[in-house]
C-alpha cells in the first residue's frame, strides 16, 4: 500500500470526509475487556493468513517468535522449546538481573521473559526485513533505561522510586506515583489524613486496610494502584482486535506513522518502526508535551530522535480539527491514551478506523479498552505487577526490572503494526501493559532459576553447572538528538494541506 502522504488534493478530501465522523465528544466506552467489545478472530481477520515464514535456525528464540507469528496467522513451523540454560543466558545477558530483588542480593526473574523479548523483536525483523533493526538486541531494550541515569534495584521500590510494594491487611499491592499530584488523591484514597507526603506513614495506613477496598477507591480516584496477585489474567493472547475497517492494499516499506503515545511504551513502538523504514510524525499537544521531555534528555532523544515533531493547540476546535486530518492520513496511528481522553478531542478511533481503508490503530493501555479497566491508569512498574510478575519473582514480592510491562508491550505493539500494515488488514488493535507482560510471563513459567552469587571477577549466574557472567544494563547511544517541539508542525500542516 503506498503510504497516504502523497498528494495535496487527495489530502484535501480525506479531511473533508472525514472531518464530521471524527469531531465530536461521545461517552465513555463500553464492553469488557474479556469479550463484547473484542472480537473473536476468524482466519480472514489475521494480518498473516496463508503466509509461509520460515525461521532459521540461528533465531533467537524462535520458539516464540513462531509463537508470535502463528498467532497473527502465518504458517511458521515451531522449533524446539529453549532449554533451562538457553533462557539463563538470555536473563544473564539482558541487563535486568541487575534491576530485580533486594539490594543486596539480586536474583533472575520468573519465567523466561527476556527470552520473549528477542522471540517478539525476532518476529519484527522477520516481517520488516533488512532495516537499521538487524544490530538490536531484545532483552537488552528492556532495561537500557536504567543504564542512563544508572538505575539499580530496591526490592519493594521500584529501580525509579516512584512505585512501592506495600502490605496490606490482606496481600500485596502496588501503588505507583509518578505524578506529584497524585500525593494529593491520597487522604481520598485512604480516608483518612496524612500528616505529610511520607511513604512510611503512607505504608502505616495501607496496612490497616483490604486490598478490594483500596484497589475500588484507587481507580476511581485515577490512582496507578494493582494487586500483586493477579486478577482475571488472561495469558492466552497478547493483542485483540476491537474494531476491523476495510483493508487497504497492503505495503512492505515506507508507512506513515502518526505518533501520539508518551513516556516508553509507546515511543518505542515507533522508534522500532522508524528503524523498519517507516516515517514517524510525533504528534504533541500545546498544553502538555510528552512528560519525558523532562526525564533523562539522552533517553528521549534514543527513542524520539529521527521523528518528526509537530505540536498543535488541542485545546482548540482548529488544533483539533488539524489532528482529526492529519490521523486520517496515516498509514499506522500508535497511542497511548484512555479511550475517553481522545474521545474528549473529538478524535474516535473505531470510526477512523472503519472510514480509512487500511488504517492500523494500535492502542496501548494499562488495562484494555474495555469497561471498567479502560478508565484504569497504570505505568510500567505496576502493571507488571498486576499481570504477576512481582509475586513470581518471589513471595513477598519484589519488582523484576524496571518499568517491565513498557518495553515488552513497546515491542510487541511494533510487531502487531508491522503485520497488520503490510497486509493491508488494518484495524484498532488493543494492546494492554498488563495482557502483554502477562503473555510473555506464561512463556516457559515453570523453568529452573539460576542462583546469583558474587565472585572476584563480579555476580554471576550459575545453573545446572554452568556459569553465566552478568550483564548491567546497557545503553545505545542516540541517533541524533530529538527535534525541538513543534519545529516540523508548519511544514507538515502545509504538506498534508491542513489548513494552518
Known amino acids: 500500500m503506498a503510504a497516504r502522504h502523497g498528494g495535496a488534493d487527495t489530502g484535501l478530501r480525506r479531511c473533508a470526509a472525514h472531518s464530521a465522523a471524527v469531531h465530536w465528544l461521545a461517552g465513555i466506552a463500553c464492553g469488557s475487556s474479556m469479550a463484547p467489545h473484542t472480537k473473536t478472530l476468524a482466519a480472514g481477520d489475521l494480518p498473516l493468513a496463508g503466509r509461509d515464514i520460515a525461521l532459521n535456525p540461528g533465531v533467537k528464540a524462535g520458539d516464540y517468535a513462531a509463537a508470535l507469528l502463528r498467532s497473527l496467522g502465518a504458517d511458521t513451523p515451531a522449533p524446539s522449546p529453549l532449554g533451562a540454560l538457553e533462557i539463563a543466558g538470555d536473563w544473564a545477558a539482558s541487563g535486568l538481573i541487575p534491576l530485580t530483588g533486594s539490594p543486596d542480593a539480586p536474583m533472575q526473574g520468573p519465567a523466561a521473559i527476556p527470552s520473549a523479548a528477542h522471540g517478539a523483536l525476532a518476529a519484527l525483523k522477520l516481517l520488516a526485513g533488512g532495516n537499521d533493526l538487524q544490530g538490536l538486541d531484545g532483552a537488552s531494550l528492556l532495561s537500557e533505561r536504567a543504564a542512563f541515569p544508572g538505575l539499580s534495584r530496591q526490592g519493594r521500590v521500584s529501580a525509579n522510586g516512584s512505585c512501592h510494594l506495600l502490605r496490606a491487611r490482606d496481600g500485596w499491592l502496588a501503588l505507583n506515583l509518578a505524578r506529584d499530584d497524585d500525593w494529593a488523591l491520597l487522604p481520598a484514597w485512604l480516608e483518612a489524613a496524612l500528616d505529610l507526603p511520607c511513604w512510611q506513614q503512607l505504608a502505616e495506613r495501607v496496612a490497616q486496610r483490604d486490598i478490594s477496598r483500596l484497589l475500588e477507591r484507587g481507580r476511581t480516584l485515577g490512582l496507578p494502584v494493582a494487586c500483586a496477585r493477579p486478577e482475571n489474567r488472561r495469558a492466552d493472547s497478547w493483542f485483540s482486535l476491537a474494531s476491523r475497517g476495510p483493508g487497504g492494499a497492503g505495503g512492505r516499506s515506507g508507512p506513515l506513522v502518526v505518533d501520539l503515545s508518551s513516556l516508553w511504551a509507546g515511543p518505542l513502538c515507533t522508534h522500532l518502526l522508524g528503524l523498519a523504514g517507516a516515517r514517524v510524525i510525533k504528534v504533541e499537544s500545546a498544553g502538555r508535551l510528552d512528560g519525558a521531555r523532562g526525564g533523562d534528555t539522552d ?182 538528538s530529538a527535534a525541538p517541539p513543534g519545529s516540523d508542525t508548519q511544514r507538515v500542516l502545509t504538506e498534508f494541506a491542513i489548513p494552518c
Open 299 to 480: 533517553f528521549y532523544n534514543l527513542l524520539n530522535a529521527n521523528k518528526e515533531s509537530v505540536v498543535l493547540d488541542l485545546a482548540s476546535t482548529q488544533g483539533r480539527q488539524q489532528l482529526a486530518c492529519l490521523l486520517a492520513r496515516a498509514d499506522i496511528v500508535v497511542e497511548g491514551s484512555r479511550p475517553r481522553a481522545l474521545r474528549q478531542l473529538g478524535i474516535e478511533a473505531e470510526q477512523l478506523v472503519r472510514s480509512v481503508p487500511g488504517l492500523t490503530w494500535i492502542s496501548i493501555t494499562g488495562y484494555g479498552r474495555g469497561e471498567p479497566e479502560a478508565n484504569w491508569v497504570a505505568f510500567g512498574d505496576d502493571a507488571a505487577v498486576a499481570a504477576g510478575v512481582a509475586i513470581a519473582t518471589a513471595d513477598p514480592p519484589v519488582f523484576c526490572g524496571d518499568a517491565l510491562a513498557d518495553p515488552l508491550t513497546g515491542i510487541h505493539a511494533a510487531v502487531a503494526a508491522q503485520a497488520f500494515w503490510q497486509s493491508g488488514a488494518g484495524g484498532l488493535l488493543d494492546l494492554s501493559l498488563r495482557g502483554v507482560t502477562a503473555y510473555s510471563l506464561n512463556y516457559h513459567p515453570g523453568v529452573p532459576r539460576g542462583k546469583v552469587l558474587a565472585s572476584s571477577g563480579g555476580w554471576r549466574l550459575l545453573l545446572q553447572g554452568e556459569s553465566f557472567p552478568l550483564i548491567p544494563p546497557q545503553r545505545r547511544r542516540p541517533a541524533s
